[in-house]
C-alpha cells in the first residue's frame, strides 16, 4: 500500500498562495493522487486529483514531478474559509479498499 | 439531488446496545464505503460495497456489519457497543471503485459509547 507523508500543521496569511506537500515513496504505477479538503463537522470534500504533471481546476492546482514520489497541493490567495484539514491519497485504480487517508494536514489561515 | 444522507447526526448509547447508522445515496453509484474518524485523525475505512448483495471488509471491521440489499442504502450495523466505538462515522459512494474516483461524502454520525 501507498502511503503518505503529510505535515501536521501548516499557518498563512489571507491572499498568500499555499503549498502543501506530500511524500508518497512506494507510489505505484496505476496510482492516482486525490487531494480531499474537511471542515470541521463535514465529510471531506473531493479538491483535485492527478496522475502526473500539472492539474489546475477553478480551487487549486496540483504539482506531480517526474518520479510522482511527492505531490503539491497549491492553493492560490487563500482566504480565511480554506481553514481546513487537507488529505493526500494515493490511491489504486481498482481497489476500493486500497485507499487510506492519512492525518492530513491542518491549515489554518489568518486575517 | 441529496447526495449521500446520514441518519442519526448524533447518538448517544450505553456499552453493550447495538443500533444501525442509517446511510443512502440517490446518485446511483455502485460503490459505497464507511468510514469512522477518531478525534485528530484521518479516516479509516470499515467496510465497502461494490454493489448491491456484495461487502467487503476494510481495515477496521471489528465490531460492525454491513448489508447492501439496494444499489442506495449501505447501513452499518454495531453489535455490543464498546467505549472504543466512541467516534465519528462517514459514509461515502462513488460512481466506481478506487483512488481515481471521487468519493462524496455524508454528514457524518457523532457516536458516543458510555
Known amino acids: 500500500l501507498a502511503k503518505t507523508t503529510q505535515p501536521i500543521s501548516m499557518d498563512s496569511y489571507e491572499g498568500q498562495e499555499v503549498n502543501i506537500t506530500c511524500s508518497h515513496n512506494?507510489?505505484?504505477?496505476?496510482?492516482?493522487i486525490t487531494w480531499y479538503q474537511q471542515f470541521p463537522s463535514q465529510g471531506p470534500r473531493f479538491i483535485i486529483q492527478?496522475?502526473?504533471t500539472k492539474v489546475t481546476n477553478e480551487v487549486a492546482s496540483l504539482f506531480i514531478p517526474a518520479d510522482r514520489k511527492s505531490s503539491t497541493l497549491s492553493l492560490p490567495r487563500v482566504s480565511l474559509s480554506d481553514t481546513a484539514v487537507y488529505y493526500c491519497?494515493?490511491?489504486?485504480?481498482?481497489?476500493?479498499?486500497?485507499?487510506?487517508f492519512g492525518s492530513g494536514t491542518r491549515l489554518s489561515i489568518r486575517p | 439531488n441529496a447526495g449521500v444522507t446520514q441518519t442519526p447526526k448524533f447518538r448517544i448509547l450505553k456499552i453493550g446496545q447495538s443500533m444501525t447508522l442509517q446511510c443512502t445515496q440517490d446518485?446511483?453509484?455502485?460503490?459505497m464505503y464507511w468510514y469512522r474518524q477518531d478525534p485528530g485523525m484521518g479516516l479509516k475505512l470499515i467496510y465497502y460495497?461494490?454493489?448491491?448483495?456484495?461487502?467487503d471488509k476494510g481495515e477496521v471491521p471489528n465490531g460492525y456489519n454491513v448489508s447492501r440489499s439496494t444499489t442506495e442504502d449501505f447501513p452499518l450495523r454495531l453489535e455490543l457497543a464498546a467505549p472504543s466505538q466512541t467516534s465519528v462515522y462517514f459514509c461515502?459512494?462513488?460512481?466506481?471503485?478506487?483512488?481515481?474516483?471521487?468519493?462524496?461524502f455524508g454528514p457524518g454520525t457523532r457516536l458516543t459509547v458510555t
Open positions: 446518485m446511483n453509484h455502485n460503490y
Open positions: 491519497l494515493v490511491g489504486l485504480y481498482s481497489s476500493a479498499s486500497k485507499i487510506i
Open positions: 460495497s461494490v454493489g448491491a448483495g456484495i461487502t
Open positions: 512506494n507510489i505505484a504505477t496505476n496510482d492516482y
Open positions: 461515502a459512494s462513488s460512481e466506481l471503485a478506487g483512488g481515481a474516483y471521487e468519493q462524496y
Open positions: 492527478g496522475y502526473k
